[in-house]
């Protein structure tokens, strides 16, 4: 059962911020098909590579866990200067939208309280993993700048879809899958807003969280 406050914050949040025209199906293969779609681009454009330069994929999905840690950490949770507009679509409206007694989805369209705006794909993109990109070349060759941009937006989109997971009915197929269970819970304990500010902050995997012993229950 959904909580009556939830039911009502939701009602109000859907007819002020989610468009008649807004498709959360469309929203989910649009981010799909142009992050699948930079990734093909970059590995079939590498050529002849090496088992050192192989090692930019770990060391990119270590760096990638860190700053999903940090930036959820960091402004998702707290003001910081101007990045108030991240903070209170993430810890004031997705985390109103959906509690730890309220996580799932009721339609699709639902799917804008979760998966990132479009435009993030080009801020992502653009601002970090091809400034980078460009860098790495300049340092170490387009090989390792091809599987950098790879693995940094194969990142972003596994963010994606486990966040969306996280946020389907537990007992639907998706929501049965047997890798998702120990990652959901991990994700609705952050959920509880009495946990939220200090728990649990990696959304994939909770690699950092272990590290700086921020995952709940865990001495």
Not at 96 to 121: G, Q, Y
Not at 135 to 147: M, P
């Amino acid at each position: 059962m959904v909580p009556a406050a939830i039911i009502d914050y939701r009602t109000h949040y859907r007819a002020a911020n989610v468009s008649a025209r807004y498709s959360g199906t469309a929203h989910f293969f649009f981010t799909s098909g142009v992050c699948i779609g930079i990734m093909a681009y970059c590995v079939l454009n590498v050529r002849q590579v090496t088992l050192a330069q192989l090692l930019t994929i770990p060391v990119t999905f270590l760096y990638a866990n860190v700053v999903e840690y940090l930036g959820h950490k960091g402004p998702m949770h707290r003001k910081v200067g101007n990045l108030y507009i991240i903070f209170e679509r993430h810890a004031l409206q997705h985390h109103n939208f959906f509690t730890h007694d309220a996580m799932e989805c009721e339609s699709p369209r639902d799917f804008k309280m979760i998966l990132f705006p479009p435009v993030m794909i080009v801020f992502f993109f653009g601002l970090f993993a091809v400034p980078v990109g460009f860098l790495l070349h300049y340092l170490f060759g387009s090989n390792v700048a091809l599987l950098f941009v790879a693995t940094s937006i194969g990142y972003f989109l596994n963010y994606e879809w486990l966040h969306l997971l996280y946020h389907q009915p537990p007992n639907s197929f998706l929501g049965r899958l047997p890798f998702i269970g120990a990652l959901r819970q991990h994700h609705l304990n952050h959920h509880n807003r009495m946990l939220m500010g200090r728990y649990n902050f990696n959304i994939t995997y909770p690699l950092c969280d272990r590290i700086f012993g921020t995952t709940y229950g865990r001495k």
